[in-house]
């Protein structure tokens, strides 16, 4: 079982930044590759960019060149520093905890982003 806890997010204008956390807990979270998803008003829930606990990143590319993905494996933290940041990018950013190849799939409660003037 692994918990996940999210915080950082809030109302920025565009062209502002924002730094997400992660705080996870629970067992094994080595074998857990983490990653960030969102999920706009309206639109289905879309991944934004995952890391493994080697540091593998993979980023979409709507989150290439503005969002960075980076894991603290002793402190059990995931953030994704986001800037340049637009009103498309307005959603509920969720963390996630994946053991690839089994059932051990988890989600934090999400956190609000809104980008707006």
């Known amino acids: 079982q692994v918990q996940l806890v999210e915080s950082g997010g809030g109302l920025v204008q565009p062209g502002e930044s924002l730094r997400l956390s992660c705080a996870a807990s629970g067992n094994a979270l080595s074998v857990y590759t983490m990653g960030w998803y969102r999920q706009a008003p309206g639109k289905e829930r879309e991944l934004v960019a995952t890391i493994t606990f080697g540091k593998i990143v993979n980023c979409t590319d709507s989150a290439k060149g503005r969002f960075t993905i980076s894991r603290d494996n002793a402190q059990k933290t995931v953030h994704l520093q986001m800037n340049s940041l637009k009103p498309e990018d307005t959603a509920v950013y969720y963390c996630?905890?994946?053991?690839?190849?089994?059932?051990?799939?988890?989600w934090g409660q999400g956190t609000q982003v809104t980008v707006s003037s």
């Open positions: 996630n905890a994946e053991w690839a190849g089994t059932r051990h799939n988890y």
